[in-house]
């Protein structure tokens, strides 16, 4: 699978997608699932790690964003 530039802007902008077509998802399943589709380098980076959103709920405002501030880390580095 083709690994994309990071970008955060499009980062979100799937995340957004995901939501819609899954909104029995939840939250934290989308940010990691989408993570690891696009950028599998980072998302093993936190893969069950404290960082790792994908059992995170929507409303756990502090842990969802050290999870956003590591991946926007990348769109600093990489973007």
């Not at 029995?24 to 699932?33: A, D, P, V």
């Not at 069950?48 to 409303?59: I, R, W």
């Amino acid at each position: 699978m083709k690994e994309y530039p990071f970008s955060m802007p499009f980062y979100i902008q799937e995340v957004e997608k995901e939501k819609a077509r899954h909104p029995e998802w939840r939250y934290g399943q989308i940010l990691f699932n989408v993570l690891d589709e696009r950028w599998p380098i980072i998302a093993s980076e936190i893969r069950a790690t404290d960082l790792d959103p994908f059992y995170f709920e929507e409303q756990e405002n502090a842990r969802l964003d050290r999870f956003l501030d590591y991946v926007r880390s990348f769109h600093n580095r990489l973007g």
